[in-house]
């Protein structure tokens, strides 16, 4: 799996973080993601999947199962 973020479409919610934070965090200064793992283990896909499922800014592609 490939994730890929779009910090321009990012609204800052934090949800990603919340569910995976091995893979996304947030800048100090206004929130917006910052990706910290573009290729996840496996054992964390569900959770990368859960983040992209619920981002209300749609900022987070994933490529690959």
Same mark, same amino acid.
């Given at each position: 799996?490939? &994730?890929? +973020?779009?910090?321009?479409?990012?609204?800052? =919610?934090?949800?990603? &973080?919340? =569910? /995976?934070?091995?893979?996304?965090?947030?800048?100090?200064? !206004? %929130?917006? +993601? +910052?990706?910290?793992?573009?290729?996840? !283990?496996?054992? $964390?896909?569900?959770? +990368?999947?859960? /983040?992209?499922?619920?981002?209300? %800014?749609? /900022?987070?592609? $994933?490529?690959?199962?």
């Amino acid at each position: 799996m490939e &994730v890929i +973020v779009d910090q321009d479409a990012c609204a800052g =919610s934090g949800q990603c &973080v919340l =569910s /995976a934070p091995e893979v996304f965090d947030q800048r100090d200064t !206004d %929130g917006i +993601v +910052v990706l910290l793992n573009d290729n996840p !283990d496996p054992r $964390l896909h569900d959770d +990368v999947h859960e /983040a992209a499922r619920i981002c209300p %800014g749609r /900022a987070i592609t $994933l490529i690959g199962p």
